[in-house]
């Protein structure tokens, strides 16, 4: 999960998620649309049994705010809340696992703050069973195979792998950027995504309010887009005063075309 | 308002209330279905651009949990946020106005909680216009007539209070005790209430879980109901096992015939 509103754990309930699957949620920074559902989360939790632990990955000062209120609150909680601080201020690698790298990607906002990269790592190669069948590769070695080896036959003949696998899916990249101001600096560390989210509070007119409060305009969330060369776009953090986000929609997709609002409970394939 | 849960703003804002009539909060206990909505309420009232003290009214530890909290968050909130300390196990006044008076319900949970009862004021009799002007009376003596003195006419007649004014409508009692075992001391604290909201989170079936959780069942609340010689009666915090609450809505209605079930966003004359 990114970030926790007020809330979140509705949402997540509406949406008939599993909450058995969450077990890190990344604090993008420490304002309270990005937090306060926090303690509402970790109570349900509780309430449903859960025992294995659950990763919080945020600034340092999430742990000193809200650990004394689940203490208070969730006193005999059946699992353990880990708290992992990070610096907002840092790209550095704060997750892996055999499937998955999340690191930080730093942002410029009115308090420090950190978006994140989510790189699935590259999966072996898909084995057409046809050929293995039709060369009668021994089980012992398929896994050697999908790891890349070429395959000997009896008769001494070497077979190259290429011909008994196919590559599989290239890896997702997706990168969430909000809350922050324009900053080139991002765009190096999230090139080639395959979708970025970024916020976009406002739009070319309010561009003045956008430099004040530290957020951006469509228009700059399109660019960064571009410049990182990302498959797609998705915007989002609308301020309140626009009753139709079109005109931000339409802002960005004048530079780059493949931008989409995104929207509550919006499912969407990376 | 009387408690803030999470998603309580939201709720608020969904049913076209205004924020700047909101003055008071009234916390019965410290769970965090009663209390995790404060932390982005105080915020978004902070948005919204209020300046009138806020107070809240809850066990002397709300202070201590949310005020570092509210500390980091909401630094510069343009209102004073007032915190003020009651003790759950008294019947107390915490709350006077010219038109209200709250005073706090001892209840039995298995934290310290406390019901509220909400009594207006007697309001002012009507004045009857027609007689005022058949009789001639200085605008002078209105307040007076108002506050029940009679009148004497030049000719040293005495015209009794009664010719002038018709009783204003009888002031209203409002109970609300939740989370709460079946209690009887409550009983005599709310008697004659127009309305009582009472917790009924449990059926009869599952009597020995409501004891055991120091909730109630539908009964019990309606027991209290009839003993307090109320008005009507609104049940709610239902358990989540009750897939129809229709169940908890028989077994109340046996012992109390004017019990509703209360639902979300339900708007309810006193």
Same mark, same amino acid.
Request: neutral net charge; contains cysteine.
């Given at each position: ?6 809330? +979140? ?11 058995? @699957? ?41 742990? @000193? ?9 969730? !006193?005999?909680? $059946? ?21 998955? !790298? ?5 942002? @410029? ?25 039709? *060369? ?23 077979? $190259? ?13 997706? %990168? /969430?950027?909000?809350?922050? %101001? *324009? ?13 970025? /989210? ?9 561009? &003045?309010?956008? !430099? ?6 469509? &228009?700059? &969330? %399109? ?6 060369? %990302? ?30 609002? +995104?929207?509550? !409970? ?5």
């Amino acid at each position: 999960m990114i970030d926790c509103g007020e809330g +979140a754990q509705l949402q997540f309930r509406a949406m008939k998620l599993n909450f058995q @699957k969450l077990n890190c949620i990344f604090i993008s920074h420490l304002h309270g649309d990005h937090c306060f559902g926090l303690p509402g989360l970790v109570s349900t939790l509780g309430l449903l049994g859960r025992t294995s632990d659950l990763h919080i990955y945020a600034h340092a000062d999430a742990e @000193k705010l809200f650990a004394p209120l689940l203490r208070y609150f969730c !006193k005999e909680l $059946p699992y353990r809340i880990c708290f992992h601080a990070f610096n907002p201020e840092k790209n550095e690698l704060i997750f892996e696992d055999k499937n998955l !790298k999340v690191t930080t990607v730093p942002l @410029k906002h009115r308090v420090p703050a950190a978006g994140f990269l989510f790189e699935e790592k590259p999966r072996s190669p898909h084995i057409i069973r046809e050929m293995i069948d039709f *060369y009668r590769v021994p089980v012992s070695l398929i896994r050697a195979i999908k790891e890349g080896a070429p395959f000997v036959t009896d008769a001494g003949e070497t077979i $190259p792998n290429t011909r008994f696998t196919r590559p599989s899916e290239p890896p997702g990249k997706y %990168a /969430y950027c909000s809350d922050t %101001a *324009y900053y080139e600096q991002i765009i190096p560390v999230i090139t080639d995504v395959n979708v970025l /989210y970024h916020e976009a509070t406002f739009c070319n007119a309010d561009s &003045a309010r956008a !430099k004040e409060t530290f957020h951006s305009t469509a &228009a700059q &969330a %399109a660019s960064v887009a571009r410049a990182a060369n %990302a498959g797609r776009l998705l915007i989002g953090h609308f301020s309140a005063r626009y009753p139709d986000e079109q005109i931000l929609l339409r802002e960005a997709l004048e530079i780059f075309p493949h931008t989409q609002l +995104a929207y509550e !409970k919006m499912i969407l394939k990376v």
